[in-house]
């Protein structure tokens, strides 16, 4: 069965400092990764998505994230975190061959104080 | 407004009853999806059109729910005689055929079952 596991409820960063935002995924084959935030009252946001390729990969907003297969970890980073940024953080995985259906994390609510 | 819309965005319900949502997707997606999300939880998946073809449903969409897209517009999801289970934001999203994996999600349909 396919999963992603996002073990922050919770991030709480200052603005200005580094921000990540971790997610890990368990896949049978080779997974496509999706970052999607969500702010109050609105509907979900894609930020960013690895399919093949570079490991790294940046997105919307300035977030990038780093596939990592060993680790089978897709972490989302940013390197200054804004207040704007404060939102509910959803790691997604599909498959290369049903890339139409998502696992989604639980999602990770991102605060980041003045 | 060209995105994705939803309606009603609140339904309450007696149980027992049934409802129907609505979903527009964007003009131009020919993929159109229905997750479901409750409390504390990522978007799980219900269902999935290519164009008119509803080409997966997941094992979480029992015989009380019914998703049709009959002209490869807008789509509905019919839930009949509805449980305090079926309680949850039902949230439709669409995409194109070009870009993989971003899905543009509407803001959701809040059930509430008493």
């Known amino acids: 069965a396919q999963s992603v596991a996002q073990p922050e409820d919770q991030v709480n960063v200052a603005e200005g400092n580094p921000l990540t935002v971790k997610c890990t995924y368990s896949v049978s084959g080779n997974p496509y990764l999706f970052w999607y935030v969500q702010y109050p009252n609105r509907g979900l946001q894609f930020l960013l998505k690895y399919i093949t390729g570079d490991n790294l990969v940046k997105g919307s907003y300035g977030f990038e994230a780093e596939f990592n297969k060993s680790q089978t970890s897709f972490h989302l980073k940013k390197p200054s975190a804004l207040v704007s940024d404060s939102a509910l953080y959803f790691c997604?995985?599909?498959?290369?061959?049903?890339?139409?259906?998502?696992?989604f994390g639980s999602g990770t609510k991102l605060n980041v104080k003045p | 407004d060209t995105g994705v819309s939803q309606d009603p965005r609140h339904k309450i319900t007696k149980r027992g009853q049934n409802v129907t949502f609505r979903c527009d997707p964007i003009?131009?997606?020919?993929?159109l999806y229905w997750y479901r999300q409750t409390l504390g939880q990522g978007p799980e998946f219900l269902t999935y059109f290519q164009n008119e073809a509803q080409l997966e449903k997941s094992r979480l969409l029992s015989d009380r729910f019914s998703a049709e897209r009959p002209k490869g517009s807008f789509s509905t999801l019919e839930i009949q005689r509805t449980e305090q289970g079926d309680s949850a934001m039902y949230l439709c999203a669409s995409s194109s055929q070009k870009k993989t994996g971003e899905l543009f999600f509407g803001e959701g349909s809040r059930l509430t079952v008493l």
């Open positions: 003009s131009e997606h020919n993929r």
């Open positions: 997604a995985v599909s498959l290369l061959y049903n890339f139409n259906k998502f696992y």
